[in-house]
């Protein structure tokens, strides 16, 4: 009977039930479709950086944020080391290397990221940007940036030297333009170039080092146990195995910090629509303050009035949180297909750490955060009767029977 | 043992700066079976003793006892059982539950109690017919006439089997045919069940009625007749 008496009460006032309930499921809508985008945003973000310039799980040589040049020697050894982690996942050598590009027309200082080309092409990555041209074949292939190209003036099949410090001496290497790559981030797109790894371990004077040895994983999610099972692995080894984010802290700080500023705006939102509940609430106790007397007159406790308003007070968080849901799972799978093309607002495009940022947005699922703030918006909803339903249980019968609301 | 005893109750109000005394020592006592109306001017202060007999209200001092029960050492909840187990109160306004059909109304005090459903409104539906709603258990108070709506509000002041009837003015929103009526109808309600009847009215018909006539005049009970 009381949830009967609750659910015919809402329906009361059916305009002002169907504008708080829209409140409440626009406001819940508003955070699926924000945990879509930022869920998005952020895997595409971690997996640009996880195949540009670190993986999944990164071993590299100790010490190597004092010093950038610090490389691991013996790195076949560790790829087949990393390779046995997780299974069907890939495995990259990379050398991290800066220098000077020379072409006939000028020069430019660059930063080289030397790669396997068959496994960089299979994990994307500036592949994946390519405008023009092929992707590396032999050892004399070098990619570069479309920014690049235009300050060089060069087009593929033209010469390009690339002159390169180690150990204190300076190495010079001539390289075939073999393809153009544009992300849109000027940054990129001007300063960064892909060579062969093995024509950067020449210029750097060893055979077998890399700057990094990364393992790339088909489940990105799965990354925390192929981290700790990679860290048994090179138990004893004088080498530091790190995640991404221990990769890219740059990356890692950025999404928390997004994070928090989007879970700051929930808040906000959150209160808004508790605010709008609470108002709700409080009106529609008020106007029936009389019949609430009767209620008490005819034998109701104190605590059953209370449990009556509360119990209004969760159907109209349950449904309105229920339709926010429906909506924004509608709205997110749009995102998810779709996208959001930003690339007009957003112009030359940005990155972050050298990763470079998406300028087309497409959403991701995240559903636990989904559920979690489901039912917090249920209960913050809830919360909002709280206080009009303690209000209506403190009543005096006598003088609520004199209301003449 | 009386159904209700009051001995020496005063009632103030406040109003701004003011003290009002609504009652003013008033002793009564009144016992089971009796049909008692409680007459006087607007003022007199019929409704504040019929809502201190029933526990809506505290005397300022004084006693108020309903079968042996002091009222004021109750707690708010124990007061709300006591009204749903042993009183039971009809409105000048029916004071009906709008979004309930006439069944439900009366069927309020049942539930209340936590009584199980299908002998609940068995009960309430024969109370139903027998006040003279019979085919018209699932209207709304909107769908019902005043007439309709106040012998709803006595089937459900009477459903719980009450020892005490309180009636606030119960005729004074309606006509004089349909007045009588309910005025016939609590009457026989007092003779076939033994209830109590208590009414604060204006109504010279509730009060030829009556076999029990109170009036008040100040706060005081000025006369006290039984026919």
């Excluded at chain 1, 305009?15 to 708080?20: A, D, G, K, N, Q």
Aim: charged residues 20%; aromatic residues 6%.
């Amino acid at each position: 009977m009381l949830l009967r008496m609750a659910f015919r009460n809402l329906f009361r006032n059916k305009r002002r039930t169907l504008i708080t309930m829209t409140a409440i499921a626009i406001g819940m809508a508003l955070i699926d479709v924000t945990i879509t985008i930022q869920h998005g945003s952020y895997t595409d973000l971690i997996n640009r950086g996880v195949s540009s310039i670190a993986g999944h799980v990164v071993v590299r040589s100790k010490g190597v944020s004092d010093d950038p040049e610090s490389r691991v020697p013996d790195s076949s050894a560790h790829a087949d080391r990393l390779a046995g982690v997780a299974k069907d996942a890939k495995v990259q050598r990379r050398i991290m290397l800066g220098g000077l590009l020379t072409s006939t027309s000028g020069s430019a200082a660059v930063q080289a990221v030397a790669v396997e080309a068959a496994v960089s092409s299979e994990i994307g990555s500036m592949y994946d940007e390519m405008i023009s041209g092929d992707w590396i074949k032999t050892d004399r292939d070098i990619i570069i940036g479309a920014g690049l190209a235009e300050t060089l003036d060069v087009t593929e099949g033209e010469k390009l030297v690339f002159m390169g410090q180690s150990g204190g001496e300076m190495t010079s290497r001539l390289f075939r333009l073999r393809g153009v790559f544009k992300t849109g981030a000027a940054d990129v797109d001007g300063f960064m170039v892909v060579m062969p790894l093995a024509a950067a371990q020449e210029i750097v004077g060893g055979n077998d080092v890399a700057t990094m040895v990364t393992l790339h994983l088909d489940d990105a999610g799965a990354w925390p146990e192929a981290v700790a099972a990679a860290r048994t692995a090179f138990e004893g080894v004088d080498v530091d195995v790190l995640s991404w984010k221990g990769a890219m802290p740059d990356v890692d700080a950025f999404i928390k910090a997004d994070r928090r500023i989007g879970q700051g705006m929930l808040f906000a939102l959150f209160i808004i629509v508790s605010m709008g509940v609470f108002n709700t609430f409080l009106m529609s106790v008020l106007e029936r303050t009389r019949e609430f007397g009767v209620l008490q007159s005819i034998g109701m406790k104190p605590n059953q009035i209370a449990k009556l308003v509360l119990v209004e007070g969760a159907l109209l968080g349950f449904f309105g949180v229920l339709l926010g849901s429906l909506l924004g799972a509608a709205f997110s799978y749009s995102l998810i297909v779709n996208g959001l093309d930003f690339s007009d607002s957003m112009g030359e495009g940005m990155s972050t750490s050298g990763v470079v940022m998406a300028t087309h947005f497409y959403g991701a699922w995240d559903i636990p955060r989904m559920i979690i703030f489901a039912i917090a918006c249920f209960i913050v909803t809830f919360i909002a009767a709280i206080w009009p339903a303690w209000k209506v249980s403190r009543l005096e019968p006598v003088k609520a029977l004199r209301n003449q609301g | 043992m009386s159904i209700v005893q009051i001995e020496n109750v005063t009632r103030d109000y406040t109003q701004g700066s003011h003290t009002v005394r609504a009652l003013r020592g008033v002793d009564l006592t009144i016992e089971p079976g009796e049909f008692v109306a409680i007459m006087g001017a607007s003022g007199s202060g019929k409704t504040t003793l019929l809502n201190l007999v029933g526990g809506l209200d505290g005397p300022t001092s004084g006693s108020v006892r309903i079968e042996d029960r002091e009222l004021k050492d109750m707690t708010a909840a124990e007061r709300s059982e006591l009204r749903r187990d042993r009183i039971g109160f009809v409105f000048q306004a029916y004071n009906l539950v709008p979004v309930l059909s006439a069944v439900e109304n009366a069927e309020m005090v049942l539930l209340l109690r936590g009584e199980d459903e299908g002998a609940r409104r068995e009960l309430t539906m024969n109370i139903l017919a027998s006040v003279g709603l019979e085919g018209m258990e699932n209207r709304r108070p909107n769908e019902l006439s005043g007439g309709q709506q106040q012998r709803v509000a006595i089937a459900r002041a009477i459903a719980g089997d009450p020892a005490l009837v309180l009636a606030d003015e119960p005729t004074a929103n309606l006509d004089s045919e349909t007045g009588n009526e309910i005025i016939s109808l609590m009457a026989e309600l007092n003779q076939a069940r033994g209830i109590t009847f208590v009414f604060a009215t204006h109504d010279p018909k509730v009060m030829a009625a009556a076999r029990r006539v109170i009036v008040m005049e100040d706060g005081q009970v000025k006369e006290d007749r039984r026919k």
